[in-house]
Structure formats: C-alpha cells, structure tokens
C-alpha cells in the first residue's frame, strides 16, 4: 500500500525566504508524485507532478520539486516566499499508470509572516 | 473553459437523513473522483467513476455510494447519516483518469452533520 508522509503540520517563513515543505512517500512501485495547495474554502489546485523523466519539476507560482527515488522523497521549496502563498499544502502519490486514486499526505500549514 | 463544478456547496442534515451531492466535470472529462475531507482523517478517496461505471473504490462504508451519468456529470450519495460524515466532500475530474492525467478539484460541498 502506498503512503506519504509530510513532515511538519505547520512551517511559518518570513516573507522573501525559502520555503521548504517535506514529502516522503513508500510505494512498491514507481509511483507519480503530486504537490496540491488549498486556499481556505476552496479546493485543490495542482503545483506541480512528476511522473517520468527530469527530476526536477518546476510548476507554477515559483514552485519547485526534486523526486529523490534514493530518499523516498519529493520536497517542495520555493526561493522567496511571498504572503499570497500561506496556504495549505498536501503532497500527493498515485501507482505509476493511473493517476486516478491519489494518496494524500496530512498537509503542511504554510504561514508567512512579514 | 468552466472548472469543476459541485453543488450545493453548504450543506446541514440531521443524524439518519440521507443527502446527495452533485458534481459537473470540466468540460470533456470523462473521469470523475470523490474525496472525503476532514480535520482528523485528512484527504481520503472515496470512489471515482468511468463512462457511468465505477472503477475503484475506497475504504468507505457502503452507505456511501455514488452514479455517474452518460453526460459525465456525477453525483454521491450518503444514507442514514452520522455525527462523522460532516466533512468537505471534494470531487476531481480527469480527461480519463489512466496516466499522468491531472485530477482538477472543484470547490467541494461542506456537509455538517447535526
């Protein structure tokens, strides 16, 4: 069974530093990767995905990801953050050649403070 | 082109009713998901339809249940209601849900259990 782990429920940054968000994932096969973001009442916007390829993602609003099939992992980091970005982010896997059962993480609370 | 849509987005019911909610897809999607959403549990997948059949389905009991349409519209239905249904009930829609194919969220339907 597939499971991703999120590390830190909630991050705070100051406004123009790195954002770093941590995913882990287990999955017996390669799996796709997904990072979402939720604004409050609202649902889920795709940042970015990695299915095969480049390792390195970009996706929008700056963001970025590297999948780490050594370490299991597939962190978000951006270079600046800005205020428009607190909001909440969840790290996503789907089995590789069906990305239509997605296996979410718990969610990490971005704050970024002035 | 419209995004996912779901109606209605408030919803309050008491403990034993049943309540059904709707889900129009992006135009040209065939594939449609449904996600439970709540502060404990977190994201979790309930079922997710295909040309009107249901291709997977969560670990959900079986008073929840759903349909989809030949104009892939979808809807889901929850019967004799619990305190622990209240939840944001989010759908996605995908073009046909195999691949790297993006899953779009809609708004979601809040449901409070009374």
């Known amino acids: 069974a597939q499971s991703v782990t999120q590390l830190g429920s909630h991050v705070s940054v100051s406004e123009g530093a790195l954002v770093l968000l941590r995913c882990n994932y287990s999955?017996?096969?390669?799996?796709?990767l997904f990072w979402y973001v939720q604004y409050p009442n609202q649902g889920l916007q795709l940042l970015l995905k990695?299915?095969?390829?480049?390792?390195l993602v970009k996706g929008i609003n700056g963001f970025e990801a590297e999948f780490k099939k050594s370490e299991t992992s597939f962190h978000l980091t951006k270079p600046s953050a800005h205020m428009s970005d607190a909001a909440e982010y969840f790290c996503a896997v789907s089995e590789a050649g069906s990305a239509r059962q997605l296996t979410f993480g718990s969610g990490t609370q971005l704050t970024v403070l002035p | 082109k419209a995004g996912v849509t779901q109606t209605p987005r408030y919803l309050i019911k008491t403990r034993g009713q049943q309540v059904t909610l709707s889900c129009s897809p992006i135009s040209g999607h065939r594939s449609v998901s449904w996600y439970q959403q709540t502060p404990g549990q977190g994201l979790q997948f309930l079922f997710e339809?295909?040309?009107?059949?249901?291709?997977n389905k969560g670990n959900f009991p079986g008073r929840f249940s759903g349909r989809q349409f030949s104009n892939s519209r979808s809807e889901m239905n929850v019967s004799t209601l619990e305190l622990g249904d209240s939840a944001l009930y989010l759908c996605?829609?995908?073009?046909?849900?195999?691949?790297?194919?993006?899953?779009?969220f809609g708004p979601g339907t809040r449901l409070t259990v009374l």
């Open positions: 999955s017996s096969v390669p799996p796709y």
């Open positions: 990695y299915t095969t390829g480049a390792t």
């Open positions: 339809y295909f040309s009107e059949t249901q291709r």
């Open positions: 996605a829609s995908s073009l046909d849900g195999v691949g790297a194919d993006t899953q779009y």
